[in-house]
T-cell receptor, first 115, second 110 residues
Framework: GAVVSQHPSWVICKSGTSVKIECRSL??????MFWYRQFPKQSLMLMAT?????????EQGVEKDKFLINHASLTLSTLTVTSAHPEDSSFYIC???????????FGDGTRLSIL | QKEVEQNSGPLSVPEGAIASLNCTYS??????FFWYRQYSGKSPELIMF????GDKEDGRFTAQLNKASQYVSLLIRDSQPSDSATYLC??????????FGAGTILRVKS
Protein backbone atom coordinates (compact mmCIF):
# COMPACT_ATOMS: atom_id res chain seq x y z
CA GLY A 1 0.00 0.00 0.00
CA ALA A 2 0.81 3.74 0.00
CA VAL A 3 2.08 3.91 -3.56
CA VAL A 4 2.96 7.26 -5.11
CA SER A 5 3.43 7.45 -8.85
CA GLN A 6 5.42 10.26 -10.45
CA HIS A 7 5.53 10.97 -14.15
CA PRO A 8 7.61 11.48 -16.22
CA SER A 9 10.70 9.87 -14.76
CA TRP A 10 13.09 11.69 -17.11
CA VAL A 11 12.76 14.90 -19.10
CA ILE A 12 15.28 16.50 -21.43
CA CYS A 13 14.22 19.74 -23.06
CA LYS A 14 15.45 23.04 -24.42
CA SER A 15 15.92 26.17 -22.36
CA GLY A 16 12.73 28.24 -22.18
CA THR A 17 10.40 25.24 -22.24
CA SER A 18 7.81 24.70 -19.52
CA VAL A 19 7.72 21.23 -18.00
CA LYS A 20 4.87 19.63 -16.06
CA ILE A 21 5.45 16.83 -13.56
CA GLU A 22 2.57 14.79 -12.17
CA CYS A 23 2.36 13.14 -8.77
CA ARG A 24 -0.41 10.68 -7.99
CA SER A 25 -1.27 8.73 -4.87
CA LEU A 26 -2.53 5.43 -6.30
CA UNK A 27 -4.09 3.65 -3.34
CA UNK A 28 -4.82 6.36 -0.80
CA UNK A 29 -6.13 9.89 -0.58
CA UNK A 30 -3.42 12.39 0.22
CA UNK A 31 -4.47 15.43 2.20
CA UNK A 32 -1.03 16.91 1.71
CA MET A 33 1.57 16.57 -1.01
CA PHE A 34 5.11 17.87 -1.00
CA TRP A 35 7.61 18.77 -3.69
CA TYR A 36 11.35 18.42 -3.17
CA ARG A 37 14.42 19.09 -5.24
CA GLN A 38 17.74 17.31 -4.86
CA PHE A 39 21.04 18.25 -6.44
CA PRO A 40 23.82 15.63 -6.78
CA LYS A 41 25.35 14.57 -3.46
CA GLN A 42 23.10 16.97 -1.55
CA SER A 43 20.18 16.44 0.77
CA LEU A 44 16.53 16.82 -0.12
CA MET A 45 15.34 20.41 -0.25
CA LEU A 46 11.65 21.05 0.34
CA MET A 47 10.24 23.41 -2.27
CA ALA A 48 6.58 23.60 -1.32
CA THR A 49 3.70 22.00 0.53
CA UNK A 50 0.28 21.70 -1.05
CA UNK A 51 -3.09 20.80 0.37
CA UNK A 52 -5.97 19.77 -1.84
CA UNK A 53 -7.98 22.76 -2.98
CA UNK A 54 -5.63 25.30 -1.40
CA UNK A 55 -2.75 27.41 -2.63
CA UNK A 56 0.65 25.86 -2.11
CA UNK A 57 2.96 27.09 0.63
CA UNK A 58 6.40 27.76 -0.77
CA GLU A 59 9.66 27.59 1.15
CA GLN A 60 11.78 30.67 1.43
CA GLY A 61 13.76 31.32 -1.73
CA VAL A 62 11.52 29.25 -4.02
CA GLU A 63 9.90 31.34 -6.75
CA LYS A 64 6.17 30.64 -6.80
CA ASP A 65 5.78 32.10 -10.27
CA LYS A 66 8.44 29.80 -11.65
CA PHE A 67 7.36 26.63 -9.89
CA LEU A 68 3.60 26.40 -10.26
CA ILE A 69 1.89 23.84 -8.09
CA ASN A 70 -1.67 22.62 -8.49
CA HIS A 71 -3.33 20.16 -6.13
CA ALA A 72 -6.73 19.75 -7.74
CA SER A 73 -7.74 16.48 -6.08
CA LEU A 74 -6.83 14.23 -3.17
CA THR A 75 -4.83 12.00 -5.50
CA LEU A 76 -3.12 14.39 -7.90
CA SER A 77 -0.65 17.25 -7.63
CA THR A 78 1.31 18.81 -10.46
CA LEU A 79 4.48 20.87 -10.53
CA THR A 80 5.11 23.03 -13.59
CA VAL A 81 8.56 24.47 -14.07
CA THR A 82 7.93 27.50 -16.24
CA SER A 83 10.51 28.79 -18.73
CA ALA A 84 13.07 26.30 -17.49
CA HIS A 85 16.78 27.11 -17.68
CA PRO A 86 19.87 24.93 -17.23
CA GLU A 87 20.13 25.89 -13.56
CA ASP A 88 16.72 24.27 -13.01
CA SER A 89 18.20 20.91 -13.96
CA SER A 90 17.77 18.68 -10.93
CA PHE A 91 16.04 15.64 -9.45
CA TYR A 92 12.48 16.58 -8.49
CA ILE A 93 10.66 14.31 -6.06
CA CYS A 94 7.10 14.45 -4.78
CA UNK A 95 5.68 12.86 -1.68
CA UNK A 96 2.20 12.36 -0.28
CA UNK A 97 0.79 11.96 3.20
CA UNK A 98 -2.60 10.77 4.41
CA UNK A 99 -2.82 12.70 7.66
CA UNK A 100 -0.58 14.91 9.75
CA UNK A 101 1.13 12.25 11.81
CA UNK A 102 1.59 9.59 9.17
CA UNK A 103 4.68 9.06 7.01
CA UNK A 104 5.32 10.75 3.72
CA UNK A 105 5.56 8.32 0.83
CA PHE A 106 7.78 9.33 -2.05
CA GLY A 107 7.37 9.01 -5.77
CA ASP A 108 10.24 7.69 -7.89
CA GLY A 109 11.34 11.19 -8.85
CA THR A 110 11.76 13.08 -12.11
CA ARG A 111 15.19 13.81 -13.48
CA LEU A 112 15.00 17.12 -15.34
CA SER A 113 17.75 18.15 -17.72
CA ILE A 114 17.55 21.53 -19.44
CA LEU A 115 19.86 22.03 -22.41
CA GLN B 1 15.92 26.60 13.59
CA LYS B 2 14.81 23.00 13.88
CA GLU B 3 17.74 20.67 13.29
CA VAL B 4 18.32 16.98 12.79
CA GLU B 5 21.88 15.77 13.12
CA GLN B 6 23.37 12.62 11.67
CA ASN B 7 26.93 11.42 11.27
CA SER B 8 27.60 11.57 7.53
CA GLY B 9 29.76 8.46 7.59
CA PRO B 10 30.53 6.40 5.71
CA LEU B 11 29.75 3.71 8.24
CA SER B 12 31.36 0.47 7.11
CA VAL B 13 30.24 -2.88 8.51
CA PRO B 14 30.96 -6.43 7.41
CA GLU B 15 28.19 -8.55 5.96
CA GLY B 16 26.15 -10.19 8.70
CA ALA B 17 27.01 -7.59 11.34
CA ILE B 18 24.70 -5.12 13.06
CA ALA B 19 24.70 -1.61 11.66
CA SER B 20 23.78 1.14 14.12
CA LEU B 21 22.66 4.49 12.76
CA ASN B 22 22.05 7.43 15.06
CA CYS B 23 20.21 10.71 14.91
CA THR B 24 19.57 13.60 17.30
CA TYR B 25 16.98 16.35 16.93
CA SER B 26 16.54 19.78 18.45
CA UNK B 27 12.77 20.31 18.53
CA UNK B 28 11.15 18.85 21.66
CA UNK B 29 7.73 19.27 20.03
CA UNK B 30 8.52 16.61 17.46
CA UNK B 31 5.99 13.80 17.44
CA UNK B 32 6.83 11.53 14.51
CA PHE B 33 10.17 10.02 13.61
CA PHE B 34 11.08 8.32 10.36
CA TRP B 35 13.94 6.47 8.75
CA TYR B 36 14.23 6.52 4.97
CA ARG B 37 16.70 4.67 2.78
CA GLN B 38 17.93 6.30 -0.40
CA TYR B 39 19.96 4.48 -3.01
CA SER B 40 22.15 6.58 -5.28
CA GLY B 41 20.05 8.21 -7.99
CA LYS B 42 16.76 7.04 -6.47
CA SER B 43 14.09 8.62 -4.31
CA PRO B 44 13.79 7.93 -0.56
CA GLU B 45 12.03 4.78 0.59
CA LEU B 46 10.34 4.55 4.00
CA ILE B 47 12.01 1.94 6.23
CA MET B 48 10.58 2.57 9.69
CA PHE B 49 8.53 5.06 11.63
CA UNK B 50 8.12 5.40 15.38
CA UNK B 51 5.97 7.65 17.53
CA UNK B 52 6.48 6.40 21.11
CA UNK B 53 9.50 5.96 23.33
CA GLY B 54 11.08 2.54 23.15
CA ASP B 55 11.82 0.05 20.44
CA LYS B 56 9.90 -0.90 17.32
CA GLU B 57 10.97 -3.93 15.32
CA ASP B 58 10.19 -4.85 11.73
CA GLY B 59 12.12 -7.78 10.34
CA ARG B 60 15.84 -6.99 10.44
CA PHE B 61 15.19 -3.36 11.38
CA THR B 62 14.68 -1.89 14.85
CA ALA B 63 13.95 1.76 15.47
CA GLN B 64 14.65 3.16 18.92
CA LEU B 65 13.30 6.43 20.29
CA ASN B 66 14.27 8.32 23.43
CA LYS B 67 12.38 11.60 23.57
CA ALA B 68 14.03 12.71 26.82
CA SER B 69 17.43 12.51 25.14
CA GLN B 70 16.02 13.63 21.76
CA TYR B 71 17.63 10.63 20.15
CA VAL B 72 16.51 8.22 17.46
CA SER B 73 18.41 5.22 16.17
CA LEU B 74 18.05 2.51 13.57
CA LEU B 75 19.59 -0.93 13.99
CA ILE B 76 19.99 -3.21 10.99
CA ARG B 77 20.68 -6.82 11.93
CA ASP B 78 22.38 -9.30 9.61
CA SER B 79 23.48 -6.48 7.32
CA GLN B 80 23.57 -7.30 3.63
CA PRO B 81 25.44 -5.62 0.76
CA SER B 82 22.02 -4.57 -0.57
CA ASP B 83 21.60 -2.46 2.59
CA SER B 84 24.38 -0.19 1.34
CA ALA B 85 22.70 3.20 0.86
CA THR B 86 22.22 6.59 2.48
CA TYR B 87 19.91 6.49 5.50
CA LEU B 88 17.92 9.63 6.20
CA CYS B 89 16.51 10.43 9.62
CA UNK B 90 13.45 12.69 9.52
CA UNK B 91 11.47 14.34 12.28
CA UNK B 92 8.04 15.95 12.19
CA UNK B 93 5.68 17.94 14.37
CA UNK B 94 2.03 17.06 13.88
CA UNK B 95 0.84 18.26 10.50
CA UNK B 96 4.09 19.98 9.73
CA UNK B 97 6.79 19.34 7.21
CA UNK B 98 9.56 16.81 7.68
CA UNK B 99 12.95 18.01 8.83
CA PHE B 100 15.62 15.76 7.35
CA GLY B 101 19.10 15.04 8.55
CA ALA B 102 21.87 15.11 5.97
CA GLY B 103 21.98 11.31 5.93
CA THR B 104 24.46 8.60 6.90
CA ILE B 105 26.17 6.58 4.18
CA LEU B 106 26.21 2.88 5.06
CA ARG B 107 28.53 0.46 3.33
CA VAL B 108 28.15 -3.25 3.92
CA LYS B 109 31.20 -5.18 2.77
CA SER B 110 30.91 -8.79 1.65
Amino acid sequence: GAVVSQHPSWVICKSGTSVKIECRSLDFQATTMFWYRQFPKQSLMLMATSNEGSKATYEQGVEKDKFLINHASLTLSTLTVTSAHPEDSSFYICSARITGIQPQHFGDGTRLSIL
Amino acid sequence: QKEVEQNSGPLSVPEGAIASLNCTYSDRGSQSFFWYRQYSGKSPELIMFIYSNGDKEDGRFTAQLNKASQYVSLLIRDSQPSDSATYLCAVQEYGNKLVFGAGTILRVKS
